[in-house]
């Protein structure tokens, strides 16, 4: 099985900046995306932003484009989700995941437990 990790939550002022880290373990071999979800209370999971391994295929979440950039270190193994100019409505609980492949928020089995974010006005 894959093992996720993530790191870098916190708490935030309005603009402010985070950098969240998944580091993965185990059976990577055949997940070729890593991606970050978001949930807030009282709301439904949210894709964030996706990275194929071979970097080739990115993807936001339209209300994160331009603010987040998401990256991979392979040395490390791990996928990084830097966060620019925070607003409030980004807090949220952030996951990472992993899956077979990157053409859609879908068929994501590999979770980790999960890092929060939260972002004050």
């Known amino acids: 099985q894959v093992q996720l990790v993530e790191s870098g939550g916190g708490s935030v002022q309005a603009g402010g900046s985070l950098r969240l880290s998944c580091a993965a373990s185990?059976?990577?071999?055949?997940?070729?995306?890593v991606a970050w979800f978001r949930q807030a209370p009282g709301k439904q999971r949210e894709g964030v932003a996706r990275?194929?391994?071979?970097?080739?295929?990115?993807s936001y979440a339209d209300s994160v484009k331009d603010r987040f950039t998401i990256s991979q270190d392979n040395a490390k193994n791990a996928v990084s989700l830097q966060m620019d100019s925070l607003k409030p409505e980004d807090t949220a609980m952030y996951y990472c995941?992993?899956?077979?492949?990157?053409?859609?928020?879908?068929?994501?089995?590999?979770w980790g437990q999960g890092t929060q974010v939260t972002v004050s006005s």
């Open positions: 185990g059976d990577t071999y055949r997940r070729n995306c």
């Open positions: 995941a992993a899956a077979i492949f990157c053409d859609t928020w879908y068929g994501f089995g590999f």
């Open positions: 990275i194929s391994r071979s970097g080739g295929l990115i």
